[in-house]
């Protein structure tokens, strides 16, 4: 995936073939689930999400990670700027991003400590935060797409923030997976964000792995890997107004 003002250039693209293409990426994202990414650090909780002295930062390249999670925090936050006063009747305020931390050592929420290997949106003080070993762990095994997915869906927590009870899901996860299809798909389709080949996959890879593979997303709060991908899909077909309660 590809901000605007990256390197590709972004067109716009007609609504009739856009449509088209959502449906050929829908059949695609609904056709399985894939291989749930190993941390690296085993399947327990409280870890760090390493193995020994490594960690999965040490893995990638890092100005390549630190661009690409820049361009997923600009591509929704433009998305939600330009959408959100229109869906909801009521002014758009983005939520505080306070990027990446590494184990223990991100931002407190209520009083909690950060968790290692986790991302999340605080709600008493509305942030969003992420561990880079989190996102280089995915960044390393599936793609960007694991980047723009994360954030897209812990700044659907953001969006539950602002609105009426009543328009929250008691699925409050699956939700926020709703919203996260939204974006990427609706970004894409003002001209936002590009699609590049392999995306879909990336995407789909993203959210079975997130099911299967973390303790903080285990399947009773945030749903199985099918239900994960259909939610998104959801979003992605019908934009925001499909994922409301």
Known sequence: MHPRG???????????????LLALLAAVLLGGCAIAVDSGGG???????????????????????????RGAVSATDAYWRETFPDDFRQSY???????GYVG?????????????????YCPSQ????????????????????WVYLIIAHEWGHAIQ???RA????????????CFAGATLFGAAERGLLQF??????ELQETLAAVADDYPWTNESDHGDARERISAFNQGAQGGVRACLA
Do not use: K
């Not at 399947?43 to 999670?69: C, Q």
């Not at 009543?166 to 997976?177: M, N, R, T, Y």
């Open 93 to 99: 305020r983005p939520p505080r991003v306070l990027g």
């Open 6 to 20: 990256a390197l590709r250039p972004v067109h716009r693209r007609g609504g009739r073939v856009f449509r088209a």
């Open 166 to 177: 009543d328009q929250v899901s008691v699925a409050a996860e699956l939700q926020a997976d």
């Open 104 to 120: 223990e050592a991100g931002p407190s929420c209520g009083g909690q400590p950060s968790v290692p290997f986790n991302a999340f």
């Open 43 to 69: 399947s327990s909780g409280g870890g760090s999400g390493s193995s020994g002295t490594d960690s999965p930062i040490d893995s990638v390249n890092r100005a390549d990670l630190d661009e690409d999670e």
């Open 196 to 201: 590049e080949r392999g995306d879909t996959q």
């Open 161 to 163: 923030a602002r609105l």
């Open 126 to 145: 509305d942030f969003l935060a992420w561990d880079e070993n989190l996102m280089a762990a995915g960044y390393e095994r599936i793609g960007d797409a």
